[in-house]
């Protein structure tokens, strides 16, 4: 068992190998400042930075656990992280750090004035979220920017992740054990926490649930604050395009034609396109969706397309080479799982790969650093509260496709190091 000496010695020497792989890899030094510096990339060249990283982050989580002691350990969950949110939410939700200069300074009574409440209400808010290095006091009554709080600055889609899941997320994880007690082991995707807590009708999933709510012009407004939450995503580290695009011959393509299942705002396919100019590529999703293909760069256009294409009924788009299915299935239960892989069978040639980028579960609690290990059981978390899906482990994977159609034949599993989605890429083998 470490103790706190350990621990102490752990993180001084992991800050040291870090701010040295930092300042080799011409990274500048973390801060708290307003220009901070968004966090390492990931990929060829910056493994040995992430793994300092990743091994500073765990010694001084297990240090500060350890100082808090069993008790504080919870409490400081249980007392604090829902006002975490709460504050956060009003952050978000009032645009409060686009009100703020980057550089600049705003009284807490301007920032009253513009959001509409009391000043000494903003003050709470603001007060608490500067324990967590959301903005800071730069003198007293006036609020700055932080490193944090710049960031929902510097990424406008950052606003959208984060509110999607301060609003929606946040709301149906409360209601997580009513539904675990009412609904056991059903696989519908409207007998979930996030079911409950919007009332969804019998039948429904969430994608009706985003792509109906609002009228008229906002009609759908949650789809589209949830697609361009998928964009910021993918564009993070640990589930970002390159870890996709090492794990497939792409290039053996040659010009081939891809389909993005469930595409979304066509961001993935974009980033296919730049890496392989040989490809052309269709995004299929919501019709509602298809107001992102303005979005796709004018050098691309004519290489990638938008159709309106139901994954709950057969593809129509028959005989592409290969059909990609990134983060689409954890979404199911493997009721529906499984009817969504045979639904591309009807549109499958002979040799047709169909490639399933998505999590797979550890068997058991991993021994490797929790930070990491967190990301993989949030997104389990994050499904079975607003799909209704089970986490999957390789085995369940492939008996899943084995369920789907027999002559789908797994042919790799890929992982690449530092990420959190696997690559399994399975070939048609269609017979006679
Ligand atoms: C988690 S997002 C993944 C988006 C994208 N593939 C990515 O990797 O970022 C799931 C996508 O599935 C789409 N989707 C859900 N149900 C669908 C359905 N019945 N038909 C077509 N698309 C659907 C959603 O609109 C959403 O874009």
């Known amino acids: 068992m470490a103790t706190l000496e350990d621990l102490a010695a752990q993180v001084g020497s992991h800050a040291k190998e870090l701010t040295q792989l930092m300042a080799e890899a011409k990274l500048s030094p973390p801060s708290f400042g307003p220009d901070a510096a968004p966090s390492p990339p990931h990929g060829k060249g910056y493994e040995k930075v992430q793994n300092a990283r990743m091994a500073l982050i765990e010694a001084a989580q297990s240090i500060r656990d350890l100082a808090l002691g069993p008790d504080d350990c ?13 504050a956060l939410h009003v952050i978000v939700e009032f645009n409060i750090p686009q009100m703020i200069p980057l550089h600049g300074e705003m009284s807490y009574a301007d920032i009253a004035a513009n959001v509409g409440f009391p000043e000494y209400r ?36 950052l606003n959208d992740w984060a509110s999607f899941n301060l609003d929606e997320v946040w709301k149906a994880d409360t209601r997580l054990a009513e539904a675990l007690r009412r609904f056991g082991e059903s696989q519908e995707p409207a007998d979930s926490a996030i079911g409950i807590a ?3 009708p019998k039948g429904n999933t969430y994608w009706d649930f985003v792509s109906n709510d ?5 009609k759908g407004w949650r789809q589209r ?21 090492k794990s497939f011959d792409w290039a053996g393509l040659g010009k081939g034609e891809v389909i993005d299942v469930g595409g979304s705002t066509g961001h993935v396919s ?20 298809e107001t992102f293909q303005a979005g796709i760069p004018d050098e691309l256009k004519s290489r990638i397309s938008f159709e309106e294409q139901d994954i709950l009924k057969e593809n129509s788009h028959k005989d592409a080479d290969v059909y990609l299915l990134r983060s689409i299935l954890h979404d199911w239960s493997d009721k529906y ?20 980028a998505d999590f797979i579960s550890p068997e058991t609690s991993t021994s490797g650093p929790k ?19 089970p986490e999957r482990a390789e085995k369940d994977w492939v008996d899943v496709i084995k369920r789907a159609d027999s002559r789908y034949s797994v042919e790799e599993v890929v992982t690449p190091a530092g990420t959190a989605m696997s690559v399994i890429a399975i070939k048609f083998n269609k017979g006679t």
């Open 74 to 86: 919870i409490t400081a969950y249980t007392d604090g992280i829902k006002h975490d949110l709460a």
């Open 122 to 157: 903003v003050h709470n808010i603001l007060r608490h979220a500067m324990t967590f290095r959301v903005f800071r006091e730069s003198r007293a009554g006036y609020v700055a920017h932080t490193g944090p709080s710049a960031a929902f600055l510097r990424n406008e889609v």
């Open 198 to 200: 919007y009332d969804f």
């Open 214 to 218: 609002g009228k008229g012009d906002t």
């Open 225 to 245: 604050r949830f697609a361009k939450g998928m964009k910021f995503r993918a564009g993070e580290n640990p589930q970002a395009h390159h870890h996709l695009h």
């Open 270 to 289: 974009i980033e296919l396109a730049k890496a392989f100019p040989e490809l052309n590529l269709t995004v299929q999703d919501f019709a509602g969706l």
């Open 337 to 356: 799982a499984v009817l969504i892989l045979k639904n591309l069978v009807p549109a499958l040639k002979d040799g047709a790969w169909v490639l399933i």
């Open 371 to 389: 930070w990491l290990e967190r990301l993989s059981t949030i997104r389990s978390m994050q499904m079975m509260t607003m799909v209704n899906s």
